[in-house]
């Protein structure tokens, strides 16, 4: 990939101009460089890795039985096929339309490799918070589970059998133990791929404002008219492999963050589903202020979050530096 760069100055363009090329040589070396770089961290961490996946199957042979019905599935079978097939039809229709140019293997090579690299560490990324969404489900369903017991009329004569209220209690305690254990997995998982998703989605938001430039500029001035709709498909497919992942991890991020959360409004449920029972009041409020401490947040080194906000900041960004260049380019034009 790195030792076809060179042949990036001397292909051609349309619209060719000083910009284009800059920026193209600039985004196929950041593009390299960033996989040179996942590849070398991930070879350094890659011990902690196999650690993670350690903890999710001690996790799941200590709780599953008990606490995830029996499943440990990580998955949702149809959404994670279609997403990775969507992924697939993404590569194959910009490994297609790029071997229709004479020089279009250049492109792939510099440029294509490494963004279907940084895509599918995006995609692993989001599959790992989805199997970690999965597991706070079934913990909160377990939670609420607890509030269907019937609650006696402190008025009535009828008593508590006592041997519910401490298998209730026992109940809260081993869910809060595993929680606990699912909160150090998240904090393993989030603290390893930090640096790999900071550079990747910054990789990312530049391909997408200059594919977006590229449009723009031969929209405004093509050579012909049949070259305007083919730069905009390949464009188009081109924004997709790079905003496609991002949009599944800020979807899956954002999912993740509400089933976590969740789990308050769980435990105010049981809370009001025994209202004189002290033993299960303590337990339930101590699980409380421990969730109080300790907050889900996925965000690479607390810069920037990665739910669906994520979104809203990459689109100010692009529209802003979009301006930039256009107004670039009719300065360029007038010299």
Avoid at 133 to 140: I, V
Avoid at 150 to 165: C, K, W
Avoid at 277 to 292: G, H, M, P
Wanted: charged share 15%; glycine share 4%; with cysteine.
């Amino acid at each position: 990939m790195v030792f076809a760069l060179p042949y990036l100055k001397d292909l051609p363009y349309p619209n060719d101009s000083f910009i284009i090329r800059a920026i193209t040589i600039f985004l196929a070396t950041l593009g390299n460089g960033t996989v040179i770089m996942i590849i070398i961290f991930c070879l350094i961490w890659q011990k902690q890795m196999i650690g993670i996946g350690d903890q999710l199957h001690e996790f799941d042979g200590r709780f599953g039985a008990k606490l995830l019905g029996g499943s440990t599935s990580s998955f949702h079978p149809l959404r994670t096929f279609v997403t990775i097939a969507v992924m697939i039809a993404i590569w194959t229709a910009v490994v297609i339309m790029e071997l229709r140019y004479k020089n279009g293997i250049i492109y792939l090579i510099t440029s294509g490799l490494s963004q279907i690299f940084i895509s599918w560490l995006l995609l692993q990324y989001s599959l790992m918070i989805n199997a970690l969404q999965y597991r706070f489900q079934k913990l909160n369903d377990t939670l609420l589970d607890a509030t269907k017991t019937p609650i006696i009329n402190e008025n009535s004569h009828q008593e508590r059998n006592p041997s519910v209220d401490r298998l209730i209690g026992e109940h809260l305690i081993l869910v809060k133990q595993a929680r606990t254990r699912m909160f150090n997995v998240f904090k393993d998982i989030s603290r390893h791929y930090s640096f790999p998703v900071l550079v990747s989605i910054f990789h990312c938001c530049c391909c997408i404002v200059y594919d977006s430039y590229f449009y723009i500029v031969t929209a405004i001035k093509p050579a012909t008219g049949s070259e305007i709709v083919e730069v905009f498909i390949e464009s188009l497919f081109w924004i997709l492999m790079v905003s496609y992942p991002i949009v599944v991890l800020s979807a899956s991020v954002t999912t993740f963050q509400v089933e976590a959360y969740r789990t308050a409004d769980v435990l105010y449920d049981i809370k009001e589903a025994f209202p004189s029972n002290k033993v299960i009041k303590s337990q339930v409020t101590n699980f409380a202020v421990e969730l109080l401490h300790r907050k889900v947040d996925i965000s690479p080194y607390g810069l920037f979050s990665l739910d669906c906000t994520l979104l809203r900041t990459i689109s100010g960004t692009m529209v802003t530096y979009l301006l930039f260049l256009v107004q670039f380019k009719a300065s360029e034009s007038d010299l």
